[in-house]
């Protein structure tokens, strides 16, 4: 009994003294456990003697819940003390700013792109991607590019060996959709062509949208039509321009169009046209008594530079983000 006594005021200290609910955890299984002290006690009562037992396992079996409820009630002062030191420790300032989740936007390019994608949908054009590793046939031979034009010289192109390198322009794009569909045929392709250039107006990566139209009777008036009218949508007004005289192994006649500013009448070349060449149509077998092609190929950055006014071209792919954050949209 004296034992037993000692023991019910050790386990009572015990718990008393235990400082987190981890260690409360231990000296519970300590003494009630499986293998714990009093359980022992308890295991010995069937060598006593049928009096004594009924006698001890009535005691025990009263401590046994005091200290239960002793455990109970020590958990609930731990849970609420580790709670108070925290309150204490951890003070919220209420008059410090919100933290702000940081909106991004499109691209200024992906943005221009949208936009002009836009005003082709709604002449009923179809857009499709290509892809920009490409092979010499589809870059340069099949678009009537002869073998020794200068564009195919390794300051322009980025050769990968000697036939597959990096599209130098959308128009291999002509190519791939004449071969797998038939006419009639309106389509754009947007994306990243690359060249050999670096300098404020030049990029080795840049992007153009490249038109498509092929039917029986398209003429030169139905590409003056489209991009008479997609500038004017472009600028939101009418700007002045002029369709030069140029030339693409690919087209024939074939144009360059610029933009004149009225006050400086300097001019700035946007984008190249053309009627698309009988050779280019016979090519991808397209007869060309039967059918004609126009064609044009937009500058995505100059187009966005004009809009905006930027001067740097590379300024576009410098990711500053003091540059980039002037084209959210409100
Ligand atoms: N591919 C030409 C270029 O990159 C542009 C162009 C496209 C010209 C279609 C005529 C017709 O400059």
Redesign the pocket.
Known sequence: MLNLNKLFKEIKIDIKKTKTIVELDQIKIKYLGKKGILTEYIKNLKNFSCIDKKKYSIIINQKKQEIIKNIKQHSQYLTEMILETRIKKEKIDVSLPGRRCNNGCLHPITQTMNYIKNFFFTLGFQSINGLEIEDEYHNFDALNIPKNHPARNSHDTFWFDSNRLLR????NMQIRIMKSEKPPIRCIFPGKVYRHDYDITHTPMFH?I?GLIVDKNITFSNLKWIIYNFLYYFFGKKVSIQFRPSY?P??TP?AEVDIINQDTLQTLEIL???MVHPNVLTNVNIDPNIYSAC???IGVERMTMLRYEIYDIRSFFDNDLRFLNQFKYN
């Open positions: 130098t322009h959308t128009s153009q490249e693409f690919f087209t074939s190249g046209c053309g064609a044009f190929g």
